[in-house]
């Protein structure tokens, strides 16, 4: 996928490792807007601390960070301008951070996605694409990667550009020639 242009609502999604951050990164950088990085992820040990440092390097002092673990829809509605573009990484730490909380998983997915119709500005959400493989072993990693599929398909009927990388290479799922089915 070559046009790395940015409409109202992108949600990129991928595996492991597999560029979907930087993708995202790129079609906020290219706005020219101001960028607003939401991070959802929390340094509950050294390991994470470091990762979220290294991101936090590699974006550089350009991008304003503000660190949400919950209240995503809250936070959007307060950030998201037409003269700012906002990225959300990730909703797969935030879908953790939901159940860990206790919360209701589908009242905050419900709640997420009418913030996102409501959207007064650009915004980029980053999820991982957790169910191509193998069936995990134990019922709270089936649960969670049950969820997270739910959760991106949510997202995917809400955003207007959905893009799945893999191997650092962009392939657009949406808008397609293809008709779209609901699940």
Request: glycine letters at 8%; proline letters at 4%; one cysteine or more.
């Amino acid at each position: 996928m070559t046009d790395q242009t940015l409409p109202r609502t992108a949600l990129v999604v991928g595996g492991a490792r597999s560029g979907k951050s930087r993708f995202a990164e790129i079609l906020a950088e290219n706005s020219g807007l101001q960028k607003i990085y939401v991070a959802t992820g929390a340094a509950h040990d050294g390991e994470m601390a470091e990762r979220i440092a290294l991101h936090r390097d590699q974006r550089g002092p350009s991008w304003e960070t503000i660190e949400e673990q919950l209240d995503l829809a809250g936070v959007l509605s307060r950030q998201c301008r037409p003269d700012r573009v906002v990225l959300v990484d990730c909703l797969t730490l935030w879908l953790s951070n939901i159940l860990f909380a206790d919360k209701d998983l589908s009242l905050e997915t419900e709640r997420l996605c009418a913030a996102v119709r409501r959207l007064d500005g650009p915004c980029v959400f980053v999820s991982n694409e957790v169910g191509m493989g193998i069936v995990p072993e134990n019922r709270l990693s089936r649960s969670f990667r049950d969820a997270q599929g739910r959760l991106n398909q949510s997202m995917a009927g809400v955003c207007q550009k959905v893009v799945f990388v893999a191997a650092g290479l962009p392939l657009l799922l949406k808008p397609s020639s293809q008709p779209e089915i609901s699940l």
